[in-house]
């Protein structure tokens, strides 16, 4: 089911002709519009963590941060409190030089379903591009691998990326980055594993509370003696 600006609602399947003439009808331009936000695109492919040319001397001067609004290039903490002060921005994170989005912020204007995400720092992100892998490293005996290039996976994730995600929305479109329209079946298959991993961690916590509690020693008082031992009198 998908729902078109003007509110109406269409079932539909991307490789019937017909179907693709409504939604050209209904004023859609691309599939690739519906399923994606036109900056998705531009955000993979923005160069992050460069010197602000506005800011350069400045302590915080690097550009992290990326405008959902103006869909320009990347700018500085700086620059997000004059020129996009009203905007909605997110920033960008690195791990090991491949630059990441918490999942927190994405989340909120992105449908991230289906992708590989990591604790890293305390905080749960994802990585925006496709990584390098080391030539040594095999697919054999993985059980989960990106439908787009093969990496393996963590868990039963279908992208190693939102890049590698976009790339199966423009060969196939058989996933969507749009909020409003998951992919039901996996966005409940990933809350049912994070929901059951929660409860594991409250299991674990109560098992180690009642296992701290057996290991208390008793109260010292009851190990004190009564009085002080007094020496019965020499006899006459």
């Given at each position: 089911?998908?729902?078109?600006?003007?509110?109406?609602?269409?079932?539909?399947?991307?490789?019937?002709?017909?179907?693709?003439?409504?939604?050209?009808?209904?004023?859609?331009?691309?599939?690739?519009?519906?399923?994606?936000?036109?900056?998705?695109?531009?955000?993979?492919s923005?160069?992050?963590?460069?010197?602000?040319?506005?800011?350069?001397?400045?302590?915080?001067?690097?550009?992290?941060?990326?405008?959902?609004?103006?869909i320009?290039?990347?700018?500085?903490?700086?620059?997000?409190?004059?020129?996009?002060?009203?905007?909605?921005?997110?920033?960008?994170?690195?791990?090991?030089?491949?630059?990441?989005?918490?999942?927190?912020?994405?989340?909120?204007?992105?449908?991230?379903?289906?992708?590989?995400?990591?604790v890293?720092?305390?905080?749960?992100?994802?990585?925006?591009?496709?990584?390098?892998?080391?030539?040594?490293?095999?697919?054999?005996?993985?059980?989960?691998?990106?439908?787009?290039?093969?990496?393996?996976?963590?868990d039963?994730?279908?992208?190693?990326?939102?890049?590698?995600?976009?790339?199966?929305?423009?060969?196939?479109?058989?996933?969507?980055?749009?909020?409003?329209?998951?992919?039901?079946?996996?966005?409940?298959?990933?809350?049912?594993?994070?929901?059951?991993?929660?409860?594991?961690?409250?299991?674990?916590?109560?098992?180690?509370?009642?296992?701290?509690?057996?290991?208390?020693?008793?109260?010292?008082?009851?190990?004190?003696?009564?009085?002080?031992?007094?020496?019965?009198?020499?006899?006459?």
């Amino acid at each position: 089911m998908v729902t078109i600006d003007n509110g109406r609602h269409f079932l539909f399947s991307f490789h019937s002709v017909a179907q693709l003439m409504v939604l050209i009808f209904c004023g859609c331009q691309t599939i690739q519009e519906m399923l994606a936000p036109p900056w998705l695109e531009s955000l993979l492919s923005t160069t992050f963590f460069t010197v602000c040319p506005s800011h350069r001397d400045a302590p915080r001067s690097e550009s992290n941060m990326f405008c959902l609004d103006c869909i320009s290039d990347a700018f500085c903490f700086y620059c997000r409190s004059t020129r996009h002060k009203d905007h909605s921005a997110i920033q960008i994170r690195r791990s090991s030089y491949h630059d990441v989005v918490r999942v927190a912020e994405i989340q909120k204007v992105l449908d991230i379903t289906g992708v590989q995400t990591y604790v890293i720092n305390s905080a749960r992100v994802l990585f925006l591009n496709e990584r390098p892998q080391p030539k040594s490293s095999t697919s054999k005996g993985v059980p989960h691998l990106c439908e787009i290039c093969g990496r393996s996976l963590l868990d039963p994730f279908r992208f190693c990326s939102l890049g590698c995600k976009l790339a199966r929305i423009k060969n196939n479109g058989d996933a969507t980055c749009n909020l409003g329209s998951k992919d039901d079946e996996v966005g409940e298959m990933r809350e049912g594993r994070l929901a059951s991993k929660e409860e594991e961690e409250l299991r674990e916590r109560g098992q180690q509370e009642i296992y701290t509690s057996t290991l208390t020693p008793p109260n010292s008082n009851s190990r004190r003696r009564k009085g002080t031992p007094q020496r019965a009198p020499f006899g006459s």
